[in-house]
């Protein structure tokens, strides 16, 4: 993590070499399979793949930007935006992002970028109409610590597998079929890349999701002791998930696929199962910073 005034989060960097470490165990057992059994396709996939993660981890920021509608604005354009952006930099002491508004009725706001040269915070029209100053700010400080600990970067990382994944059960599907039906090792081979495959991916999706939660608590922690105003934080996270409630429902269906980025998700169904949420509960949310809150002395 590059020196700011952003706590440092000991249990988040665990985390996340710990998934790197498997996730990277898991790509090896993958190229494994892969030299076995797909002999010489496996270089071709390898070459796609790369390609793959090369594009992924240099545009991802761009690219989830560009989908969730994000417009880069100056500080003319977002006074008070760019006003509550500055503060925090100054007082976290770290480089200013870019800063972006998107223009739906979505209260949120998320943060993109591998590093803190190349980082984007945006606010949603919605998040800024709603919040007030002191939340508005909450809110961005949980932004920013994204960017300070970097998780944005090691979040597309780890989520290359599960695109790999996907791509080598296309790849394998796609060889397969194309072969002589009656060709046992060829069907074989299928079956295994396949069900490896679909493994990798569950688990790689689990421990994206473990560590996407515990992050989110990390931001949490770090905004509320960085602003010294964990209720403010508190009353925005609040705030943020009932208004997100009534929004009608096409227009979260189109912001679900961005739920890992947010800064609370565009569904939070009670009968959902946690395993696979993208975020803790607002109940646990709420529960440390109140925790915080009494450990500030704060009301």
């Known amino acids: ?58 545009f991802s920021d761009r690219i989830a930007a560009f989908s969730m509608g994000a417009r880069e604005v100056t ?25 972006a508004v998107a223009d739906t009725d979505v209260p949120n706001a998320f943060a993109t970028g591998r590093n803190q040269k190349n980082a984007l915070v945006c606010a949603t029209t919605g998040l800024l109409r709603r919040l007030e100053p002191e939340e508005l700010e909450g809110v961005l400080a949980h932004e920013l610590s994204h960017v300070a600990h970097r998780d944005v970067a090691v979040m597309t990382i780890a989520s290359f597998l599960g695109v790999l994944a996907g791509l080598i059960t296309r790849t394998a599907l796609w060889g397969g079929f194309s072969r002589n039906s009656r060709d046992n090792n060829a069907a074989v081979a299928v079956l295994v890349v396949t069900a490896v495959s679909a493994v990798v991916y569950a688990v790689s999706f689990l421990l994206t ?26 009353s925005a996270l609040t705030k943020v998930t009932g208004q997100i409630a009534r929004i009608p429902t096409r227009d979260l269906r189109k912001a679900e696929p961005f739920n890992a980025f947010f800064f609370a998700p565009a569904f939070n169904k009670e009968s959902a199962s946690r395993l696979l949420s993208s975020h803790p509960t607002l109940e646990q949310r709420l529960d440390q910073l109140s925790r915080i809150s009494a450990q500030l002395g704060r009301p």
């Open 1 to 58: 993590m590059a020196q700011t005034r952003f706590a440092p989060d000991r249990g988040l960097t665990s985390r996340m070499v710990a998934t790197m470490f498997f996730i990277g165990l898991l790509y090896v057992v993958v190229v494994g399979v892969l030299v076995v059994l797909l002999k010489g396709a496996w270089v071709v996939v390898l070459l796609i793949s790369g390609a793959l993660f090369v594009g992924q981890f240099w």
């Open 75 to 99: 500080p003319e354009q977002a006074p008070e935006l760019h006003a509550a952006v500055d503060r925090l930099c100054a007082l976290a002491d770290m480089p200013k992002p870019r800063v």
């Open 209 to 234: 999701r473990l560590l996407s939660r515990y992050r989110e608590l990390s931001a949490d922690r770090a905004a509320a002791l960085l602003t010294g105003r964990p209720s403010a934080l508190a």
